[in-house]
């Protein structure tokens, strides 16, 4: 059974920075393209990030870009986003996800999902 455990959210003032952790049981890490997707309350799911299984490149949700940096550690079956200058409007819910063959930013075609992660920006 395939499941993906987030971790490393919290409360954060405006300005500060979190990294999230993804740890994926059940599938063969090094062999799967990961990402991250948010749902902010009242809103749709938005894409964040995704980085394919041979780290060979990184794609980010335009608001993201040169704030959020996500990363893979393989030997650790493990994928991080750290997210630096935070500000009110990147709160959420972040959802780990993984997919044998997709890394674009449609959340459909993502097929496995973690629980989630809350993240909250205030002062």
């Known amino acids: 059974q395939v499941q993906l455990v987030e971790s490393g959210g919290g409360l954060v003032q405006p300005g500060g920075s979190l990294r999230l952790s993804c740890a994926p049981s059940g599938l063969s890490f090094s062999s799967y393209n990961m990402g991250w997707f948010r749902q902010a309350p009242g809103k749709e799911r938005e894409f964040v990030a995704t980085?394919?299984?041979?780290?060979?490149?990184?794609y980010y949700a335009d608001s993201m870009k040169g704030r959020f940096t996500i990363s893979r550690d393989n030997a650790k079956n493990t994928v991080y986003l750290q997210m630096n200058s935070l500000k009110p409007e990147d709160t959420a819910v972040y959802y780990c996800?993984?997919?044998?063959?997709?890394?674009?930013?449609?959340?459909?075609?993502?097929?496995?999902w973690g629980q989630g992660t809350q993240v909250t920006v205030s002062s």
């Open positions: 996800v993984a997919d044998r063959y997709y890394a674009g930013g449609y959340d459909y075609q993502w097929h496995y």
């Open positions: 980085i394919p299984w041979s780290s060979s490149s990184t």
